[in-house]
């Protein structure tokens, strides 16, 4: 069973910063689209960013509400992604989830989870 280990939530004041990480098997991390989705209470769980493999340019995307606040990045090196997240505000307080999506045979691996909650 692939394993994709979480790692760097927690609790943070408004404005505040983290930093989460996912370290996934390298043959799943080479060839996957590696994301992060969080889930809210009462809500359903929703994209914040993904990066593309590099050996396929790695381009970045994010989700609107995130935008110019968190960044994703990959390290191929360690084979993990990285969420930075900046000027964190109350509402982005969920349990993030990391995803690996392989582009070549399209199987989709999940974290356990990692909850932050921003609050004073």
């Known amino acids: 069973q692939v394993q994709l280990v979480e790692s760097g939530g927690g609790l943070v004041q408004p404005g505040g910063s983290l930093r989460l990480s996912c370290a996934a098997p390298?043959?799943?991390?080479?060839?996957?689209?590696m994301g992060w989705y969080r889930q809210a209470p009462g809500k359903e769980r929703e994209l914040v960013a993904t990066?593309?493999?590099?050996?396929?340019?790695?381009?970045?995307n994010y989700a609107d509400s995130v935008k110019d606040r968190f960044t994703v990045s990959r390290d191929n090196g360690k084979d993990t992604v990285y969420l930075q997240m900046n000027s964190l505000k109350p509402e982005d307080t969920a349990v993030y989830y990391c995803?690996?999506?392989?582009?070549?045979?399209?199987?989709?691996?999940w974290g356990q989870g990692t909850p932050v909650t921003v609050s004073s």
């Open positions: 990066i593309a493999p590099s050996v396929i340019g790695g381009r970045s």
């Open positions: 390298g043959s799943i991390f080479r060839t996957s689209t």
């Open positions: 995803n690996a999506r392989s582009v070549i045979t399209h199987d989709n691996y």
